[in-house]
């Protein structure tokens, strides 16, 4: 298990492409206890939140599509995608080489434990859900 500040730290840097790739800015982390993490990432048009509740080892990343540059209701399936609905679908829609390159890219991380793995295992997905993003037409 990794406490709050380990988990901000691990988040920065599994999905540093958010901002290196993508201009996304880092608007806020959140540590509340032992209890729920959060680190959030927003540009002009998206905000993307990677969340963790500890005591039920739930891991969630919500990609929240932004209306006027604020965030929708989140009951709105529409404006708010949670990336694990769409995993299937990016894994069936991703090349062989692009699912290449995505895993070359994330050679560099190393994830020991279980939660790191968990984290790791979603940059990879987001990474690859925002490169089909347009192509998939989901939104």
């Known amino acids: 298990m990794i406490d709050g500040k380990e988990y901000v730290k691990t988040v920065k840097e599994y999905f540093s492409f ?7 800015d880092l608007s806020e982390e959140v540590v509340n206890g032992s209890f729920y993490y959060d680190v959030s990432y927003k540009d002009k048009e998206h905000a993307i ?8 080892d739930y891991l969630q990343v919500i990609i929240f599509i932004l209306h006027n540059g604020k965030l929708p209701n989140y009951d709105d399936k529409t404006k708010t995608l949670h990336l694990n609905r769409f995993n299937s679908k990016i894994l069936s829609t991703a090349s062989k080489s692009d699912l290449s390159l995505n895993n070359e890219y994330f050679l560099k991380f190393e994830s020991e434990d279980g939660l790191k793995r968990k984290l790791l295992k979603s940059a990879k997905e987001l990474r690859l859900f925002l490169k089909y993003f347009n192509d998939l037409n989901m939104v």
Request: aromatic share 14%; net charge negative.
């Open 49 to 56: 939140s990677v969340s963790y509740e500890n005591a039920e």
């Open 18 to 24: 958010l901002e290196t790739e993508y201009n996304m």
